[in-house]
Each structure stands twice: as structure tokens, then as C-alpha cells.
């Protein structure tokens, strides 16, 4: 094929319907790069699942590159998708900060995306495997009591416990309009008594400057230090 990757356009609504009308098996044979994120994240789940594939959680071409990406985020997609440096960080952009939810160290491979969007797979044939991974949540304009539904699901379907670090990403525009609990408390509530090594605020997912992410790679989260580390390459995985 000379086609050498795939990025995606937007996100949105409707990625998941194309899933029924995809050749995996085809698609297996001839691996490329994929990148995009937010509704995108059911065909990361899918190609994951059916194909054993690395994708990327990165900037897309309408929403994000026609606009005028940023250079921080433009360094970071080129680092994700372009470099073969095995070991390395994942750093915030300058001023931004990480924090620790809950102290310990993990490995695994880094899995999830959008929260909405990761629910929507549970019961069907690409619910997304969480399983001795590192799973990473982000998600955009929903209100707290929505991510604490979301992650109550995830909770009581198991995907949390079976994970063996959690990675909070950006919460792009996720505050409540009246009385409502904050997304922090949500986090202590819900994530903190799972014992899960966690971190909060990287600055992957609706925001700008943003984090590419290889999906599908082996990380090391180490949460009392409060840093990610790429174990191998995205594109040589």
C-alpha cells in the first residue's frame, strides 16, 4: 500500500459504527501509524484488541492541525511518532504540573483514551482489556456527576482494580454549573481507595498544549516521583 499512516480528521461522534465495517484481518497484515483521540478512541480500543496494534493518542488534522497547532505539542507529536528513543519520558508542557493521587510504581501497557467513550465498549467485542495495564482516562464538557457515573461503571465492571496504575489526563471544561462535588473529590472517592499507583493532570487529551501518546506501548508509571516512562518505541512496537 502506499499509504504509510492514518490521521484522523476529528472526533466527535460515530467512529464506533465504523468498526462493523472494517477488514481486521486485512488491516492486521498491513500495520500503519494511527493517530487521533476523543471519539477516536474506539477504533484505538479496536485495532488494539483485533490487531495487536501500537496507535497513537495525538493531535488530528481538523481539529488540531488546520487551527495552528502549537509548538510544544507539534515537538511532542513529532518525539511520539517520529523518534526511536526507547526510554523516555512523558513530560508536561512548561508551568503545568503532575500530581500524585496515589504513591507506588506500576508497569504495563498504556491503554484507554476518552472516559465516555471507553464505557461505551463495555459489553461489546472491543470492550476495551485493562487487565496488568496502565490505563489512561481523559475526557471534555462533562459535568462531574457524569464522570462520576463513568468511573462508578468502570469501578463496579472491574477495570480499575484490574489495572495496575492509573494515569489521569486533562478534564477539559469539566465543572459543574451549580452544587456539585469537584472532580477531585470524584477521584478520592472513587480511585483512591482501589490502592492503584495514580497520577493526575497530564496534559493529554482536549487541551492545548497536549501530550502525543503512544497506545499499546509498555510504560512505567512511578507515581511518588510523578513521571511516565516509554519502555520502547511506538512506531517499532
Sequence with gaps: ?????????????????????????????????????????????????????????????????????????????????MTSCKKRYLSNPPGEEIYTLVRGKAKGLLVGGNLAVICATLGTYDEIETKGRILFLEDTGEEPYRIDRMLTQLKQAGKLSDANGIVLGDWNNCRADGESLSLEEIFQEIIVPLD??????????????????PLGVEVTLDADKRTLMLEEEGTAA
Excluded at 495514580?198 to 487541551?207: E, Q, S, V
Aim: aromatic letters at 10%; charged letters at 20%.
Design 196 to 213: 492503584k499507583p495514580t497520577i493526575h493532570n497530564l496534559k493529554a487529551g482536549h487541551c492545548s498544549p497536549k501530550i502525543s501518546l
Design 1 to 81: 500500500s502506499d499509504v504509510d499512516g492514518i490521521l484522523c480528521l476529528r472526533g466527535g461522534y460515530g467512529s464506533a459504527r465504523l468498526i462493523d465495517y472494517l477488514d481486521f484481518d486485512a488491516i492486521a497484515k498491513a500495520p500503519k501509524i494511527f493517530a487521533g483521540y476523543s471519539d477516536i478512541t474506539a477504533l484505538h480500543i479496536a485495532l488494539q484488541n483485533r490487531c495487536g496494534f501500537v496507535t497513537f493518542h495525538a493531535p488530528m488534522a481538523a481539529s488540531d492541525f488546520k487551527e495552528g497547532i502549537d509548538k510544544w505539542s507539534l515537538k511532542s507529536f513529532k518525539e511520539c511518532l
